[in-house]
């Protein structure tokens, strides 16, 4: 992963953000009544906050934007708009043309799926994103309950309740409540968090100078907090929160110090720690616990041995670099996403070729997520477009979720029934909720 650096943001923020399109005075300015400033502060405190109000699924069937973008005030049209984002967007490339040259391989798909339902989009939580190229910062733990990044904060809302209360704030000093061997008792100060990762009741937050902070959320404060590396190159780019064969709890951290470390959160300790010759940007654990998928700052990824570390075989195909990976429940099944615009899906039993090149729409794939039964995949790119794939059937077809605003994350909860999106626009910034859509007819009098 491209090492951090102020300007990186801007990237981002500026050129790709709906409120500062350059060349589009559609959503800027007076057209809403904003300030003319374009400093972080007057966002946080526009009258337009007040305006712009959440949408349910009621309203958006009786036409509502899902966003709440007023199109019917703007001298744009939403199709034109979109037409403006696709040639427009500036996609983030370490080799340059790898989008174009990996577009011969893409399979064309059928875009007629329809497998989730927009719910709501609530502007109450703003999802943030710190470095462009990290987008693992949502994550489900039950339909009703998800926890993302906002700014300092880790935040949880609950959906059923419509309530977000803060979890874990990195903004002052952080220290471990709980003494462990490895723990650093001093803590932190002002963690920029990079990544995160929660499943059942364990929290766990990735920082830019390699920090790890582990917290369970059933008890007060913080358990663990240790640095993977004291080096420069520290950030920490994923986590993954998995169950041992033992049946205690480890989690693997990825790192731009090259290295993969897995924990032990039954003793608090290290237990692996392997390196490769390039940063490791996502690792993914297979489901019986003996492989590693490992992508990074290399256009080939690896499958490794997840006891040894040792490659088993390269995986050559993608042009750029990788930031996503996921495993496929029945454990043969794999996805990897890259900054070539793709999402390559591969077969354990033929490694050869991919079984599947899945093309984005504006540039890399930031971020994959299968569902608990195997189904659906979702990839997300860097902005506006979701795709779900039917992956049961070969993803031959996909839904393509389509809004505006940069993706911090994607998350299926565990039981397949919601689908959320963190959305980061200083403007629109919000949390979209997708259900799966079920075949109760009978309902729909009701």
Not at 219 to 243: K, Q
Not at 322 to 343: E, L, R
Not at 383 to 407: L, N, P, R, S, T
């Amino acid at each position: 992963m491209s090492q951090y650096h102020g300007d990186e943001m801007e990237y981002a923020a500026d050129d790709n953000e709906m409120a500062e399109v350059e060349d589009d005075m559609y959503f800027r300015g007076r057209a809403f009544g904003e300030s003319d400033s374009d400093d972080d502060e007057d966002y946080e405190y526009d009258p337009l906050e007040n305006r712009i109000t959440d949408t349910t699924a009621a309203e958006a069937r009786r036409g509502k934007d899902i966003q709440g973008i007023p199109w019917d005030r703007l001298s744009i049209s939403r199709e034109k708009y979109r037409q403006t984002r696709l040639e427009q967007y500036k996609n983030y490339e370490n080799i340059p043309q790898s989008g174009e040259m990996s577009e011969k391989e893409c399979k064309a798909t059928d875009k007629g799926g329809n497998y989730y339902d927009f719910w709501q989009n609530t502007r109450s939580v703003k999802s943030t994103i710190l470095h462009f190229q990290l987008r693992n910062l949502v994550w489900s733990t039950s339909k009703h309950d998800v926890y993302l990044v906002s700014n300092y904060s880790i935040v949880h809302w609950s959906s059923l309740s419509s309530k977000r209360s803060e979890v874990l704030n990195v903004s002052g000093h952080v220290a471990p409540c709980e003494k462990h061997p490895g723990s650093l008792l001093e803590g932190f100060t002002q963690t920029q968090i990079s990544t995160l990762a929660v499943r059942d009741n364990l929290l766990i937050a990735g920082g830019f100078q390699g920090e790890l902070i582990c917290k369970y959320l059933d008890r007060p404060g913080v358990s663990f907090c240790t640095r993977t590396t004291y080096e420069d190159n520290a950030i920490t780019n994923a986590v993954e929160i998995y169950e041992h064969p033992s049946g205690a709890v480890h989690f693997m951290a990825s790192n731009n110090d090259s290295g993969v470390r897995d924990f032990d959160m039954e003793r608090f300790q290290l237990s692996k720690h392997f390196s490769f010759p390039w940063p490791v940007n996502h690792t993914s654990l297979s489901p019986e616990g003996k492989l590693l998928v490992i992508v990074g700052d290399n256009p080939e990824g690896l499958l490794v041995d997840s006891q040894t570390g040792k490659t088993i075989t390269p995986l050559h195909g993608h042009l750029d670099f990788s930031f996503a990976s996921a495993w496929h429940p029945n454990g043969h099944i794999f996805a990897t996403g890259n900054q070539d615009k793709t999402c390559r899906v591969w077969d354990v039993r033929n490694l050869s070729k991919s079984v599947a090149v899945l093309k984005g729409n504006l540039g890399a794939i930031r971020s994959i997520r299968f569902t608990s039964d195997g189904q659906f995949m979702a990839m997300a790119e860097p902005a506006d477009f979701v795709h779900v794939y039917d992956a049961k059937h070969g993803f031959e077809k996909e839904q393509e979720i389509d809004f505006f605003g940069e993706i911090s994350g994607v998350s299926f909860s565990p039981d397949t029934e919601s689908l959320f999106i963190g959305v980061w626009d200083r403007t629109y910034g919000s949390l979209l909720q997708l259900n799966r859509r079920r075949n109760y007819m009978y309902l729909d009098c009701l």
